[in-house]
C-alpha cells in the first residue's frame, strides 16, 4: 500500500514529479533553466514551444547541427541491427569506425579505444600512460586545466570549489600555464610561455617525489577559461616529454572534430602527443567517447579496460555518419570562415564595448571575457549572467563559463554548420544586450 501521506505531498504530473525527483540540483544553480523538447540544426525549441539559437552546441558537443538525418537515418539503421554487443564481441560499425578515426588521426595515433564519456576517456588515457609507464607515481596537469567529474578527472582538473571527495581522490600536481591575456608579472607571451616551461621542468626535476608517467593537457583550455597557448609552449612541452621519456596526453574533448578549424587541435598546431582523447563533436548528439593512441604504445590486457557499454554500436553508427558529414560538408572550413567572421566582428564590437576585455579564437571555439575595467581586468559576472539571461529573453542562448568564480566569459560556439545568417544574427543580438547593460551602467 502506498503510503497515502507521503503521496499526497507530491504532484501527479509526472514532469513536476520528476523534476523534484532528480538527485541533481534540478535547476542546476540556474532559476531560469530550460526544458528542451525539440532541436534542428542550429535551432532548440523549449516546452512552451519558444525557439532559440544554441551558441551553446549542447556543450560544444553538436558539431554538426542536431538531428541531422545522415546520422538520425544511420542510428535507426543500427537498432534495428543491434543495439548492444559487450566488449567480448566486435561489431562491423566498431570495426569501420576504427578504420575511419586511423585513417583522419594524426601521426601514428592509430589504436583506439572507446567510452560513452568524455571522463572515462580520460582515465582510459591516464591507465595507458601508466600501463606504460610502469613503476611511475605521477602525472603532470595544468591549472586551470578541466578533464571532467569522475573522480580521478575531478583530481585532474581545476581544484573544485567545496570538494566533498578529496579523502578519495588520487592527488596529481598542477603546474603553472600561460596566460595570454593575464601574464604574470605583465611578461610578453614568449618570454611567460619560456617561464612555465622552466617551472614544468622544475616541477618534472625536483616538484615530484618518484618518476612521472604522462603530463596531461588540454591543447587549447576550454572549461577553464578557454585560453589558448603560445606555440612555443606547446612545442616545448612537447620537447620537455620526449627529453624526459614521459608521456604527452592531450585531452582534444572540445577541440577535436573541427572545432578549431582543422580535424584535431594536433593539425592546427602541427604536434602530435602520444595519447590524445575524444568525445563530444564525434557523436552528433550520440554519447561516444575514446582514446587514440601512438601505435608505439602497448595496449589494455583483458580486465584491465572493459565497459558494460564501451563500444555502443548506435553511437559508433551515428559517430561514423558524423565524421563522414564533417568530412564531405568542408565543416573544418567552415568553423575557420565562420571564426574568422566572428572574431573580427568582435574585435569591432570591442572599439565600441568597454565590458569587451578580450576576444579569443581559433575557429569557432570564440569567446569574449567581460571585465569592468580593462586596466585591473576585474571581471564583469553579474554583467555576464545579465548577457546570457537577456540573451535567451531574445531567443539566443549564449555558453557561459562559471569556473572557479571566474563566471565572465560568453561563448559562441553553434554547431559548425550553422549558416552565416544565423551567426551575424547571435553577434547582433549581443551587441543589442551589451548596449543595454553598459547604458544601464552608465
Ligand atoms: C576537455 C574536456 N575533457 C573532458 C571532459 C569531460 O567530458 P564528459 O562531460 O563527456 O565526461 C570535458 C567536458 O566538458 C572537456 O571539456
Known sequence: MPNQSISRKFPSDPIELGKRSLIHDPADGNPDKITLVRALGS??????????????AQAWSNNLGATDPRVVNAAITQLREIAHARTNFNTPVQLK????????????????????HGSLAVEMAIKLAF???????????????????????????WPHPKNPFLAIQPRF????????????????????SALCLQLLEDALTKGVDGTVAAILME??????????????????????????????????????????????????????????????????????????????LQGFDPGEDALTFGQFPVAMAAALATINAIISD?????????????TERLLQMQNKHKLIGHVRGPGLFVSVELVRDRITKEPACVEAAEVYKRGAARGVLFGESRYAGLGNLIKIKPPLDCTREQLSHALDVLDGVLGSIEAEMA
Not at 133 to 156: C, E, F, K, W
Request: glycine content about 14%; aromatic content about 8%.
Open 131 to 157: 600501463k606504460n609507464r610502469s613503476g611511475a607515481s605521477n602525472l603532470i596537469v595544468l591549472q586551470d586545466g578541466y578533464h571532467g567529474r569522475s573522480i580521478t578527472t575531478l583530481a585532474a582538473s
Open 330 to 342: 568542408g565543416l573544418c572550413e567552415r568553423a575557420r570562415d565562420h571564426g574568422v567572421f566572428a
Open 173 to 192: 600536481t598542477r603546474v603553472p600555464r600561460p596566460d595570454l591575456y593575464r601574464p604574470r608579472l605583465n611578461l610578453e607571451p614568449e618570454i611567460e
Open 97 to 116: 569506425l576504427t578504420a575511419k578515426l586511423r585513417e583522419i588521426a594524426p601521426g601514428d595515433l592509430h589504436r583506439v579505444g572507446y567510452c560513452l
Open 43 to 56: 535551432l532548440v525549441w523549449d516546452d512552451q514551444g519558444r525557439e532559440y539559437l544554441d551558441c551553446t
Open 219 to 296: 591543447p587549447i583550455q576550454g572549461n577553464g577559461g578557454h585560453n589558448e597557448f603560445p606555440l612555443s609552449y606547446l612545442k616545448g612541452v612537447r620537447e620537455i616529454c620526449d627529453r624526459h621519456g614521459i608521456l604527452l596526453i592531450w585531452d582534444e574533448i572540445q577541440t577535436g572534430f573541427g572545432r578549431l578549424g582543422t580535424m584535431w587541435a594536433s593539425d592546427y598546431y602541427g604536434i602530435v602527443p602520444d595519447i590524445m582523447t575524444f568525445g563530444k563533436g564525434i557523436g552528433g548528439g550520440f554519447p561516444l567517447a575514446g582514446i587514440l593512441a601512438s601505435e608505439e
